[in-house]
């Protein structure tokens, strides 16, 4: 039987997708014709959703607490008019603003939105989809689907270190003469004579040269050029624990950028590996110009592994990535467990052929723990953070009998004093 009038309307609507109407007007549809014809004819002039194309453009890149722009263009092929409300769906870590959008987009025409995220973690944000409300010229009903419409931006490490980079340069240029700063620091490649100065070291004489002029006449040195750096991170469980604001992990990230940008425009070849059990992350060969982006690369998918860290791994994967005299930076912890029975025993490898350095970031509430006396809770935290104190002091001390160098600071100090530390090393013609 067919069916006519009133019951044939609500039919039709019956057989609307789900979600097309507000709950609102359910039941005013089951007693009002006339309502109910208008909401069909609106439905039926909104612009169809699935003929509608998209295309993404703008930021693959950008630094932890930066903002990145992301533009998407909507195209309506189809012959009407596009009023939309949009949903441009990406990870809440991206914070995304604005959530959703109004949009309306002529027959034939295309419009662009921009979408502007802020990044709360590093690693890689991809777009989910793109949901698209189409209403009718009257806004009582409206078409819904959804689109992928894929697009990736990476979230780089901050580098908040990098303030500290000019002022390493500077001492990089004295130390490589080419200001007019006397430096008396030693190397192994000879430079140039001068007259001696008191307190310079006597070993620097050149007796043949003073014999010839009235003068006592000394050697100058410049830092050795072209030397290996190997750094070293240390991804296992230990480097998940957090040291003030950040993970472990970030802050070796951070000191390894800047011993990077240092050492990279000090004429060294960089090398970087990630490892716990396996090999998390690696750069190796790359230019002076190419290190840094690779190496930024690199770390910007890195997080910890809840693993303990395989040292005889770590140590094969770092002696075969440095097949000669090498410096080695290994960016780990300084708890005594792991250290003892996992580093320790692998470091005569290390230390045979090559230059080891540990630098390991300290938490620095543990710092302020040590200076609370006032009650009885602020005496307790302050044995128990010295306590802590002691034994990373034991630990570092162990690791120096060994003829390793021994970096500890605080998570916002260990960059600037790693840096530090191999600029001594390099003056003191020790790599």
Not at 217 to 234: C, N, Q
Not at 295 to 300: G, P, Y
Not at 333 to 343: F, T
Not at 396 to 424: F, K
Request: charged letters at 25%; a positive charge; glycine letters at 6%.
């Amino acid at each position: 039987m067919a069916l006519t009038g009133r019951t044939a309307l609500l039919a039709a609507i019956g057989s609307l997708p789900v979600g097309i109407l507000a709950p609102s007007w359910t039941g005013m549809l089951a007693v009002n014709a006339p309502l109910t014809l208008a909401i069909l004819c609106d439905y039926a002039m909104a612009a169809p959703v699935r003929k509608l194309q998209f295309t993404r453009t703008g930021d693959t890149t950008v630094r932890l607490g930066d903002a990145a722009e992301v533009r998407l263009t909507v195209t309506n092929p189809s012959r009407r008019r596009l009023r939309a409300q949009l949903r441009d769906a990406w990870p809440p870590s991206g914070a995304q603003n604005p959530t959703r959008q109004k949009l309306t987009v002529p027959a034939g025409e295309r419009r662009r939105i921009t979408t502007t995220l802020r990044p709360t973690r590093r690693g890689d944000r991809r777009a989910e989809r793109v949901t698209v409300r189409s209403f009718g010229p009257l806004g009582l009903a409206a078409r819904q689907g959804n689109h992928e419409v894929p697009w990736t931006v990476r979230v780089l490490p901050p580098f908040t270190s990098r303030k500290h980079l000019p002022s390493r340069l500077a001492r990089l240029r004295e130390l490589d003469g080419r200001t007019s700063v006397l430096t008396r620091g030693e190397g192994t490649e000879f430079d140039s004579l001068r007259e001696y100065v008191p307190g310079d070291d006597t070993r620097s004489i050149d007796w043949r040269a003073t014999a010839r002029q009235t003068t006592v006449a000394v050697r100058t040195w410049r830092p050795e050029r072209d030397r290996h750096i190997l750094i070293v991170l240390d991804t296992g469980r230990t480097s998940a624990g957090r040291v003030g604001d950040v993970p472990r992990l970030d802050a070796a990230m951070d000191a390894a950028l800047l011993l990077t940008a240092l050492a990279s425009r000090a004429g060294d070849r960089v090398d970087l590996l990630a490892y716990d059990r396996r090999l998390r992350a690696q750069v190796q060969g790359r230019s002076v110009n190419d290190v840094l982006p690779a190496v930024v690369d690199a770390l910007a998918p890195l997080e910890p592994e809840l693993v303990e860290t395989d040292a005889r791994g770590l140590a094969a994967t770092a002696l075969a990535r440095a097949p000669r005299r090498s410096l080695i930076v290994l960016l780990t912890g300084l708890d005594a467990a792991p250290v003892e029975e996992g580093l320790l025993p692998v470091l005569p490898q290390l230390t045979q052929r090559h230059t080891v350095l540990v630098a390991s970031p300290s938490d620095p509430h543990v710092v302020q723990m040590t200076g609370t006396r006032g009650t009885i809770e602020g005496v307790y935290e302050a044995a128990a953070a010295t306590q802590t104190q002691s034994q990373r002091l034991r630990t570092a001390e162990q690791l120096q009998r060994h003829g390793v160098t021994v970096v500890d600071a605080t998570a916002d100090a260990l960059a600037p004093a790693l840096a530090d530390t191999y600029l001594a090393l390099k003056a003191a013609g020790k790599l």
